[in-house]
C-alpha cells in the first residue's frame, strides 16, 4: 500500500521545478494590456465621391515601332538601341512633347550617333545620348524586353520599354520622361526615383505590366524621406540590387 502511495507522488514532485522556473528570467512574463484593433473611419459619409472609370476591357492598342528590321524568335538582345531611337525619331519628327518629345539638340545628337567611322568614333559613341540597354522579363512571358535610357539636358532622362511579338514587331510598351534620380529594376518593375516637391523627400514610382491594357503602367507611387548624413543622398538605406546589362 505504501509502494503505491510513493508511485502517485512522484508526479506531483516532477512538476515542483518548472512551476518554480515559471517566475524566472526567460519565463512567461505579461506583456499588459492589449490595445483595441479598430478598422478605419469613413469620414463624411453622406458626401458622393469622385469615380473611376473602368479600364477598358479590350486593353490598349499596340504601337509598333517603324522602319526597323523584324525581331527574330523574339530575342531583343539582337535590336541595335541606337537605329531603334533613330527610326522612332523618323517617325516622329519634331515632336516636343508626349512620349516622343524631344529636344532638337538631343534629336540632332540621335540622329549623328554611329555616324563617323574614324578615330573620334569612340569619343562620339560615349556623347550618345542612348544609353546602354537593359534586359528583363517584365511581362512574364519567358522572354526578356529591350530598356533603353536617353539622356536629356538638365538631369531629365527618357525611359522606354519594348518587347516583341511572334510576328517580329517591336511594340514600345513604356516611355516616359523625368527628372530621374536613378532608375532600378526589382522583380518585373521598371522604378523611378525622382524629386519629389518637398525637399529632403524623393518620389518612388514602379511601372508594372497590365496584361488588360498591353502596356505598362505606373502601379505604385511613394514619397520617402531621404536620410541626411555625411555622405548626403547616397547615404539612403539599400535598394534593389543592381542589374547589370
Known amino acids: 500500500m505504501n509502494r503505491h502511495r510513493t508511485l502517485h507522488a512522484l508526479p506531483a514532485l516532477a512538476l515542483l521545478p518548472l512551476l518554480a522556473g515559471c517566475g524566472d528570467t526567460g519565463g512567461l512574463v505579461g506583456a499588459g494590456a492589449t490595445p483595441t484593433a479598430s478598422g478605419p473611419v469613413h469620414l463624411w459619409p453622406d458626401r458622393a465621391g469622385a469615380s473611376v472609370p473602368p479600364a477598358d476591357p479590350g486593353g490598349a492598342p499596340p504601337e509598333y515601332v517603324?522602319?526597323?528590321?523584324?525581331?527574330?524568335?523574339?530575342?531583343?538582345?539582337g535590336v541595335d538601341p541606337v537605329a531603334l531611337?533613330?527610326?522612332?525619331?523618323?517617325?516622329?519628327?519634331?515632336?516636343?512633347?508626349?512620349?516622343?518629345?524631344?529636344?532638337?539638340?538631343?534629336?540632332a545628337a540621335i540622329r549623328a550617333c554611329g555616324k563617323n567611322e574614324d578615330a573620334e568614333a569612340e569619343a562620339e559613341a560615349a556623347a550618345c545620348p542612348v544609353l546602354t540597354p537593359y534586359y528583363r522579363d517584365l511581362t512574364g512571358n519567358g522572354k526578356d524586353e529591350l530598356i533603353v535610357g536617353i539622356e536629356l539636358p538638365d538631369k531629365l532622362m527618357s525611359v522606354r520599354v519594348y518587347t516583341p511579338d511572334p510576328a517580329g514587331r517591336l511594340n514600345r510598351i513604356m516611355a516616359t520622361t523625368e527628372t530621374?534620380?536613378?532608375?532600378?529594376?526589382?522583380?518585373?518593375?521598371v522604378v523611378l526615383r525622382v524629386p519629389s516637391g518637398n525637399r529632403g523627400y524623393?518620389?518612388?514610382t514602379a511601372w508594372s505590366w497590365d496584361e488588360k491594357q498591353l502596356t505598362m503602367l505606373p502601379t505604385r507611387e511613394q514619397i520617402v524621406r531621404v536620410p541626411s548624413g555625411p555622405q548626403g543622398p547616397a547615404s539612403r538605406g539599400p535598394g534593389p540590387a543592381p542589374v547589370r546589362p
Open 66 to 77: 517603324q522602319g526597323i528590321p523584324p525581331v527574330r524568335d523574339q530575342d531583343v538582345h
Open 85 to 107: 531611337v533613330q527610326a522612332e525619331l523618323r517617325a516622329h519628327p519634331n515632336s516636343d512633347v508626349g512620349a516622343d518629345g524631344m529636344p532638337p539638340e538631343t534629336a
Open 180 to 189: 530621374v534620380i536613378s532608375v532600378e529594376l526589382a522583380g518585373r518593375d
Open 202 to 204: 524623393e518620389l518612388i
